[in-house]
DNA sequence: CATCAGGGCCCTG
DNA sequence: CAGGGCCCTGAT
């Protein structure tokens, strides 16, 4: 479907704010519903129901911040529409997060300073309703990277909506609840494997309500935890990200995965990442960046990520295996 | 060619 | 609480 752009929005995020380290996340998997280069975010959005292509473009700096946020819809909006749109967009991208409190309680720290440095204004944050996050984490499962771009691509393709707006052409989500005429074995088909099976499941729990993502934004972390784990597929390393990246939650770690374990080996105690250290070593460490532990890790892990887009890093090659 | 682990999670014993 | 099984791919 070929869209018009309607309206453009000026937003004005606190500053410092990093454009291109907010609205890219170079350690993401690429996926068909958005693209970036240097200064502009094309991202298709789904909001109360209506799905838009969005054009994010830095108009700014970083200390004098300024985003200019395009909207194409499908068909008229109202004001009352855009408003609760740009408060999702400002909460997805934490674009009032105060950063300064992170910065001053680690400008002393070896690993931690010259990366605040380098990123002033790099927002945690992502663009994904917590479904489709949680779409995200099934088909990272136990999965290279390339096979995980593929299930999702497919997905898309099957169960999603191509928009042309900007000369782009992205995909936007289906619905939750969309899945529902659609049987476990198509989704077999589409090579998804036992995945197609916890997509059922998930698809079929929001479909029907059973979960609120506005109110379990309100609830505590240990609530928010609790009910992620409910969700059948939906284990420890899927809950971490999901606690960080859509509850901003940046203090929660308590769970490394074993490939997270091999880089943080390297980047923390220089060590063999095919010797590994122990989670528990690791997560010890990592208790001098509370209150803001998954943050400092974050802040690292991107750094690193931006340093591959430059240069050849041997043993991150041989970890990732695209 | 065959084998095997991969950006987990469920289930069983 | 440890360990096997799961879908499918591509690296070896």
Redesign the pocket.
């Known amino acids: 479907m070929k869209l018009k752009k309607i309206k453009s929005i000026k937003l004005i995020p606190k500053a410092p704010f990093n454009f291109d380290a907010t609205f890219h996340k170079p350690?993401?998997?690429p996926s068909g519903d958005n693209d970036w280069q240097a200064g502009f975010r094309w991202q298709t959005w789904r909001w109360e129901g209506k799905l838009l292509g969005l054009k994010f473009e830095n108009k700014g700096s970083v200390k004098r911040p300024q985003i200019k946020t395009t909207i194409y819809p499908q068909n008229s909006l109202s004001n009352s529409f855009i408003n609760s749109l740009i408060n999702e967009i400002s909460y997805k991208y934490n674009l009032d997060l105060d950063l300064a409190k992170f910065y001053a309680l680690f400008k002393k720290d070896e690993v931690l300073a010259p990366v605040i440095k380098r990123w002033q204004g790099l927002r945690p944050g992502h663009q994904g309703s917590l479904y489709e996050y949680l779409v995200v984490?099934l088909v990272?499962?136990?999965?290279?990277?390339?096979?995980?771009v593929?299930m999702l691509q497919v997905l898309f393709e099957n169960y999603g909506q191509c928009l042309e707006y900007d000369e782009k052409k992205l995909w936007g989500f289906w619905r939750p609840g969309d899945l529902a005429g659609v049987k476990e074995e198509e989704l077999?088909?589409l090579?998804?494997?036992?995945?197609?099976?916890?997509l059922k499941r998930l698809d079929d729990c929001f479909g029907k309500g059973k979960i609120d993502e506005f109110d379990l934004r309100r609830r505590d972390v240990e609530k928010q935890k609790e009910e992620l784990?409910k969700?059948?597929?939906?284990?420890?390393?899927?809950?971490g990200y999901i606690l960080f990246d859509i509850f901003h939650r940046f203090n929660f770690i308590e769970?490394i995965?074993?490939?997270?374990r091999k880089i943080y080996s390297k980047l923390f105690f220089d060590q063999d990442p095919e010797k590994p250290v122990s989670e528990d070593k690791l997560l010890k460490y990592f208790d001098r960046y509370r209150p803001y532990q998954q943050l400092a890790v974050h802040y690292i892990w991107e750094d690193l990520w931006w340093q591959r887009k430059n240069k050849h890093i041997p043993w991150l090659e041989k970890?990732?295996?695209?």
């Open positions: 350690d993401h998997f984490g990272l499962q136990n999965a290279t990277v390339k096979r995980s593929n077999r088909g090579k998804i494997g036992y995945r197609a099976k916890y784990l969700i059948y597929g939906v284990g420890p390393a899927t809950a769970h995965s074993p490939w997270e970890l990732i295996r695209a």
